[in-house]
């Protein structure tokens, strides 16, 4: 089941340079997507998400782009900061009864170097 | 700032036995979720839980899994004879929605770390 795909397994990028991380989906109900960060040994923190209703959130240097013809999402992070060096997951919800589960993608570590 | 706290954060235990994960969600949030992250794979969905009952199970959660919400706060995870392919990380999360609608974020506790011997 790859309803959510993140096929970048890890990215380094330089200290204020941008980092983009892609996210592919195939589920066409998917509605709404979301950002999460994860540390080792803690649990995913909320970063940033999108309606299907838009193509562009921001957030201060993180931005997620969606462009549902192709099923692809991207965050932007600029510039990159060495506290940014974490697993960054993409998940997607629909709308069902209520209660709505979150699919996650497999994770794209993020490294910042100086 | 509110949070998702879970306890233990770390349950070490034999194969067969029954483990109970605990979990306190944001006061006043109404959905309450259980995920898990098998080491080296993504987070999977297990369970969501609204008004004291399972509104959406996955097929990772078969008999052997069941949850409650015991008192106004707790909620919990109960693995009743557990196996060595149960050992992962095991995420709580609950959102504050009334509606538990599809664009509401959810938050995430810092997870168990079950390990079956």
């Known amino acids: 089941d790859q309803q959510v795909k993140q096929n970048s397994p890890s990215l380094s990028v330089q200290e204020g340079r941008i980092s983009i991380l892609n996210c592919d989906y195939t589920n066409s109900m998917f509605d709404y997507f979301l950002w999460y960060k994860k540390y080792p040994a803690e649990g995913p923190t909320f970063l940033i998400s999108i309606s299907s209703i838009k193509d562009k959130n921001e957030d201060g240097r993180f931005t997620v782009f969606l462009n549902k013809s192709a099923k692809h999402l991207s965050l932007h992070i600029v510039p990159s900061q060495p506290g940014d060096s974490a697993v960054y997951f993409c998940?997607?919800?629909?709308?069902?009864?209520?209660?709505?589960?979150?699919?996650f993608g497999t994770g794209t570590q993020l490294k910042v170097e100086l | 700032e509110p949070e998702v706290t879970q306890t233990p954060s770390h349950q070490v235990t034999q194969m067969g036995q029954e483990v109970i994960l605990r979990c306190v969600p944001i006061?006043?949030?109404?959905?309450f979720y259980w995920y898990r992250q098998i080491l080296g794979q993504k987070v999977e969905f297990l369970v969501s839980f609204y008004n004291n009952e399972i509104s959406e199970k996955s097929e990772i959660f078969d008999d052997q899994f069941s949850v409650e919400r015991p008192d106004g706060s707790n909620f919990t995870l109960k693995i009743r004879s557990t196996k060595l392919e149960d050992s992962a990380m095991y995420f709580c999360a609950s959102v504050g929605s009334e509606s538990g609608g599809s664009t509401d974020t959810q938050y995430f506790g810092p997870g168990t770390r079950l390990t079956v011997l």
């Open positions: 006061s006043n949030h109404l959905y």
């Open positions: 998940a997607a919800s629909a709308i069902t009864g209520g209660g709505n589960k979150l699919t």
